[in-house]
């Protein structure tokens, strides 16, 4: 199975803070938005993961661009070393030098360095596949991921996408947040059924962050992955608002839920709050 690609969310309509009095509703509108890198962006995410290889015409059907603006961005990409053409199928690929972004977030994330022994200890302890994820629009982000020999899907690594709305890190962030910016969230996503035990519905997903922020932590089962069972407690910066959860993922042939819901709960628990305390008193 291959890691779950970005799940598909309306456009946000949140303004852009700018410099001076100017403010637009729509940020691409703005005098300061440079088009040009919109368009070099929009031809790297074009490799979203489904196919290794994509030919010219294949990057200008998915980016919208004609032939000769695609072939002025694939040829300044290749030149920066963030593309890598092929010679003999001239078909072009992502190259290994856009992992430097990731290196670079990675080693100068606050957070990820503060919660790193929390997660070390916590997957010792557990022995199951514990994780450090990210709100980022109506998604929640894999930022750091220690696996165990246990470990369910092998093939959610660090920077894999999943929604926030059916995602125990993901409900436990969103119970954090202000009503209204849930309403927005819910609204910009594709709020899709993925297997039979997903809550899709906005009322029903709202009832349950009221219940997760009575018991402080979020639980889902079989709701992305079919046999995967989840639980996570958010992080939380001064005022409350979650800015990041830690959560414990174990595969359903190794759960037993009257010895591991309220250990486990209580381990995420007692987790994120420590990292919470300790990045408020740095």
């Given at each position: 199975m291959r890691s779950a690609p970005p799940t598909s969310r309306r456009k946000s309509n949140a303004p852009l803070a700018?410099?001076?009095e100017e403010k637009a509703s729509d940020p691409t509108e703005s005098s300061l938005f440079v088009q040009s890198v919109e368009k070099a962006m929009r031809v790297l995410t074009a490799f979203d993961g489904s196919k290794r290889q994509l030919s010219l015409s294949?990057?200008?059907?998915?980016t919208g661009f004609d032939t000769s603006a695609t072939q002025r961005f694939t040829f300044t990409l290749s030149a920066l070393g963030y593309l890598f053409k092929d010679p003999d199928s001239r078909k072009y690929e992502l190259s290994p030098k856009l992992l430097d972004f990731t290196y670079h977030y990675l080693t100068s994330n606050e957070l990820v360095s503060r919660a790193t022994p929390y997660l070390q200890q916590l997957g010792s302890e557990t022995e199951e596949a514990t994780n450090l994820t990210v709100l980022?629009?109506?998604?929640?982000?894999?930022?750091l991921r220690i696996v165990s020999r246990n470990v369910f899907n092998a093939?959610?690594?660090?920077?894999?996408?999943?929604?926030?709305y059916c995602t125990a890190p993901g409900l436990a962030i969103l119970a954090t947040l202000p009503d209204g910016e849930v309403d927005d969230i819910l609204a910009r996503t594709n709020l899709v059924q993925y297997t039979a035990s997903t809550v899709h519905q906005p009322r029903k997903i709202k009832e349950r962050l009221?219940?997760?922020?009575?018991?402080?932590?979020?639980?889902?089962e079989d709701e992305y992955f079919v046999a995967d069972i989840s639980t996570a407690a958010a992080i939380t910066n001064a005022h409350g608002r979650g800015i990041g959860a830690v959560n414990i993922a174990v595969a359903r042939s190794r759960w037993h839920a009257d010895r591991d819901e309220q250990r486990f709960a209580d381990l995420v628990v007692s987790t994120a709050s420590a990292i919470s305390a300790r990045r408020r008193a740095d």
């Open positions: 700018v410099s001076g294949e990057i200008s059907a998915l980022d629009d109506v998604d929640i982000v894999f930022v093939h959610v690594i660090t920077g894999s996408r999943l929604p926030a009221v219940q997760i922020r009575k018991q402080g932590y979020a639980h889902t």
